[in-house]
């Protein structure tokens, strides 16, 4: 048995249901990785490979601390980090979650098992029971969390947004929750939406953001996109309660990876029209499939939108970002025509 309070949970993917983590007593941390060591990770993976995922290996190769460490089956990048991982890093405890790439019916039955089965190997390995009482308190706990991180966010530039945004994902949940608003905002620009999967604040998002343009949105995996959730998770028996909580993790904003492009698409239309956008950036890492094979049909259906786009891609280091401001400049400049 091992006493969780002294454990971090590391993760990676925004579809980790947190909540778990929380009620099994570990504090559940996002790795956002190296972005400067990416070289030390090509002794073990591909330089032509996710270079998000390829940071975190950076970052767990140098974590000596007692910790664990869950992956999401997102996507084939995430599964070889855990196959790495699990080879090269010292986690005390490793778990691969299946995550299905729909949200009908047999997604759902499949999630639900993915859960219960993490549910499992984490009182294994705590000798602790995860209780309804504890799931419902970890639920109301990343309920107000989103609640902060909307609060805090309100009318910030795309750039603060991203940073507060991976404040909520790194800090322990009552540290982000003692956070308070630094100074009201007021940012100028042409408003426009980001889209994307991982992007660095200081990089591509802030050159963006030199050229005249206000982000009003940041639908990132490490940006707004796990804090735009619909519904409550709610139950009255354990069983009950996670199987509304894989319901609600399906039912959230999706990322590329998920099957119904279509529902995506529809989400992002209705954030640029909340949000009064002008025009979307989408700038994902590059080698990333989902995003790849994701952008004709979101360049289809927002062209068919008559909103503009433009595609920037981005190495997570960004220091190639620089080259980009001739592409940026020409898209401000054709929307402000």
């Not at 007593?25 to 190296?34: K, N």
């Not at 956008?277 to 989902?290: E, N, Q």
Request: proline share 4%; hydrophobic share 40%.
């Amino acid at each position: 048995m091992v006493d969780p309070s002294g454990f971090e949970a590391f993760w990676f993917c925004a579809y980790t249901p947190l909540e778990i983590l929380d009620a099994a007593g570990f504090t559940p941390r996002r790795l956002l990785g190296d972005k400067d060591g990416l070289e030390e990770a090509d002794s073990y993976l591909h330089p032509a490979f996710c270079p998000y995922v390829r940071a975190c290996l950076v970052e767990g190769l140098k974590n000596p601390t007692a910790h664990a460490a869950i992956f999401v089956n997102a996507c084939d990048g995430m599964r070889r980090l855990h196959d790495a991982w699990k080879r090269l890093c010292g986690s005390d405890f490793i778990h691969l979650l299946d995550f299905p790439r729909r949200n009908d019916i047999h997604g759902l039955r499949t999630f639900q098992q993915s859960l219960s089965l993490l549910i499992d190997e984490l009182e294994k390995f705590t000798g602790k029971r995860i209780t309804l009482e504890d799931l419902r308190n970890a639920v109301n706990l990343r309920k107000e969390v989103r609640r902060h991180f909307h609060d805090l966010s309100q009318g910030s530039p795309g750039s603060e947004r991203l940073k507060l945004a991976q404040k909520a994902q790194q800090l322990d949940p009552e540290e982000f929750l003692k956070l308070r608003a630094e100074k009201p905002w007021q940012a100028e620009g042409i408003p426009l939406v980001i889209t994307g999967n991982l992007l660095n604040p200081s990089g591509l998002v802030a050159l963006v953001e030199e050229h005249g343009v206000l982000l009003v949105g940041s639908d990132l995996c490490n940006g707004e996109r796990p804090f735009m959730v619909e519904g409550e998770a709610t139950g009255d028996t354990r069983e009950e309660l996670i199987s509304s909580l894989a319901e609600q993790y399906l039912r959230r904003r999706h990322c590329a990876r998920m099957s119904d492009a279509k529902r995506r698409h529809n989400q992002l239309l209705h954030l640029i029209r909340e949000r009064e956008a002008r025009g979307v950036i989408y700038a994902s890492l590059k080698f990333c499939d989902s995003y790849i094979y994701d952008y004709p049909l979101a360049e289809k259906f927002l062209g068919n939108e008559g909103i503009p786009l433009l595609r920037l891609e981005s190495d997570y280091q960004d220091g190639h970002a620089g080259q980009l401001s001739t592409r940026i400049e020409a898209f401000v400049e054709m929307l402000r025509g």
